[in-house]
């Protein structure tokens, strides 16, 4: 399997961090990981985001950056491109931060999208004795007792990992990808501090309480840590090429799972050409039109038929066979999607593709979180333009990707996030995969209609749909709920008709005395009473410094004087601290669609 780990020697910008050098030494790596970790690391993190928080990386989400036509050239001072520099040189951690970045146009200005989108994941090899170590360590066995021939040169590098070429018993020919030891410390280290950051900067800022860092963050590291556990990319590799049975002109490697292990997996190997290096030679001889409409139709099922997006379908990851098949591997990022989120992302394409924009506002309505300031008449207004734009536009359309389907779900968040509505992760994520299978299926037939291709066969997903949803374990359960409804529907009734004839119905609001509401009312109460308090002590002391006493003085006024203001005044010193360390501000009202 060739992949897009170019095996080019490079370094990375910063040799302090664990990727700068390759990873040349285990024992180096290790020191080189503790000498990073903890306090130190943070800081580094810190001082990463320190510098770029006025540069405009998260803070170009207006009405107007959300609404500006593409192919204008935005003009920029080189910050995206330093940015990513910098995001390369922190490791592997922020490499993959960046790529789900770039999925992200509701958190990053297009100019930084486009800067992520080219991000680099290349370093210098391992020495081949750690690979050796690393591939026996997972499997138990020698490394001669495993593969016959096993390729001292690898095929990629990548921070993460690296690729090697072997054979088996028998002449077949694999490819194994080896994961580079201590990756997953670090990146559970990394993912800890980012995480601690993250939840601090939504409670402080006004922008953290609009896109939950926190959230992303945590959702980062499930579909991070579900890659770096190769059986899982390996059961990915055949779920995958069962799906696509249907469609003979694509080919997905099948995994050898009796070497396949968390760290080290083996597949058959795979060449080709990317689809980027067609040849018009080859484009004449062999049409690409049919490996397009293969791809974009098997994507389409999996999204809304499997519930599944595979979140990293560039063309770095597609090969087109000698015998004129389109490969598809590295599928360690996979996106699932539950059925009624589903439902809702085919609903507001279908709205879409129709040139219904009122329908697509209101879907991405139905599926997101409205903030507090939400501005509704805005959002369907730019929607309704937005969509209409691209109805309009989409006869015309010669290679370009101006008002392509991607770029419509991508645009959409953009404008939901600029409105004030928090858009599921899973739309943008959609509109990321249609945007690139675009760029793809261009790539291959340059006079493809890809609306044309989308239209057509999201019809007959809508039949695949229909189809499965009539399965007998869809009719089973469905038959017991309503077999549930029937046998217990007479009892309501009559337990409901009773209360009402008996005038014994009631409606109870429960809830109230563990609500927020009590809670605040007892603080207030408590400062009230504590300020009275307070306010009498010392005038009471006040008072009596005035009073002539026979009593023990104390720095020339009645003892007993001093201790009540002193008191008083240790109580509103008090007081004054717990308001301004434990008040928070009230969280700002969201409301969620309905579910």
């Known amino acids: 399997m060739q992949s897009e780990m170019n095996p080019t020697h490079a370094t990375d910008a910063t040799d302090s961090s664990p990727a700068g050098d390759g990873y040349v030494k285990d024992a180096r790596l290790k020191d080189a990981y503790t000498a990073q970790s903890g306090m130190a690391r943070t800081a580094k993190i810190l001082q990463f985001l320190l510098k770029y928080r006025n540069a405009g990386v998260f803070n170009g989400l207006d009405l107007d950056a959300a609404t500006v036509e593409h192919d204008v050239a935005v003009p920029t001072d080189g910050k995206p491109e330093q940015f990513v520099t910098d995001l390369e040189a922190l490791g592997p951690t922020f490499v993959k931060i960046g790529q789900a970045l770039s999925t992200r146009p509701d958190m990053v200005p297009p100019e930084y999208l486009t800067a992520l989108e080219r991000m680099q994941d290349h370093v210098a090899p391992l020495d081949f004795p750690v690979i050796r ?103 990915n590799l055949d779920r995958f090429a069962r799906h696509f049975e249907g469609y003979p002109q694509l080919l997905v490697p099948a995994p050898v799972w009796d070497l396949t292990r968390t760290r080290v997996l083996t597949m058959d190997l795979v060449t080709g050409t990317k689809v980027t290096g067609i040849s018009g030679v080859r484009r004449t001889e062999q049409p690409m039109g049919e490996l397009a409409e293969a791809l974009m139709r098997g994507y389409l099922d999996q999204t809304f038929v499997h519930g599944e997006i595979h979140a990293d379908p560039h063309p770095g990851n597609l090969l ?93 968040t953009r404008i939901a996030t600029a409105c004030g509505l928090r858009t599921p992760p899973e739309l943008s994520l959609l509109g990321k995969t249609l945007l690139t299978l675009e760029s793809v299926c261009l790539a291959l037939d340059p006079g493809l209609d890809v609306k044309k291709v989308v239209e057509h066969h999201l019809e007959h997903v809508m039949r695949a749909r229909v189809k499965k949803s009539l399965s007998p374990t869809n009719l089973a359960g469905e038959l017991i ?11 309501k009734v009559s337990d409901v008709l009773s209360l009402l004839a008996d005038n014994r119905m009631q409606v109870r609001v429960c809830g109230f005395e563990d609500s927020q509401i009590l809670e605040a009312l007892q603080k207030i109460a408590n400062r009230v009473a504590a300020g009275v308090v307070t306010a009498a002590l010392i005038i009471a002391s006040a008072m009596m410094m005035r009073v002539d006493t026979a009593g023990p003085t104390l720095l020339g006024y009645p003892a007993i004087a001093l201790v009540l203001f002193l008191v008083g005044a240790g109580l509103g010193i008090t007081i004054i601290i717990s308001a301004l360390l434990r008040d928070r501000r009230a969280k700002p009202h969201e409301e969620r669609g309905p579910r």
């Open 133 to 235: 170590q690393a591939v026996e360590d997972a499997l138990g066995v020698r490394l001669s007792q495993a593969y016959v021939t096993f390729d001292e040169t690898p095929l990629g590098c990548a921070s993460l990992a690296q690729v090697h070429r072997a054979t088996l018993r028998g002449g077949r020919e694999v490819a194994v990808k080896v994961q580079r030891p201590h990756a997953l410390e670090q990146i559970r280290a990394d993912l800890d501090a980012l995480a601690s950051i993250a939840g601090r900067v939504d409670h402080a800022t006004d922008l953290g309480r609009r896109l939950r860092f926190a959230d992303w963050i945590h959702e980062f590291r499930k579909t991070l840590m579900a890659e770096l556990d190769y059986r899982t990319e390996a059961e």
């Open 320 to 412: 087109v066979t000698p015998d004129g098949r389109l490969a598809i591997f590295d599928l360690g990022m996979v996106a699932h999607v539950p059925p009624r989120q589903r439902d809702r992302l085919l609903k507001l394409l279908f709205a879409a593709v129709d040139g219904r924009g009122e329908e697509v506002a209101g879907e991405a309505i139905a599926m997101g979180t409205r903030l507090e300031d939400f501005d509704e008449e805005s959002y369907l207004r730019e929607v309704g333009q937005l969509v209409s734009r691209y109805a309009a536009h989409h006869a015309i359309r010669s290679g370009t990707q101006t008002l392509s389907e991607g770029r419509l779900v991508l645009d959409l």
């Open 481 to 491: 709920e309503m077999q549930a409804l029937l046998r217990e529907a007479p009892r």
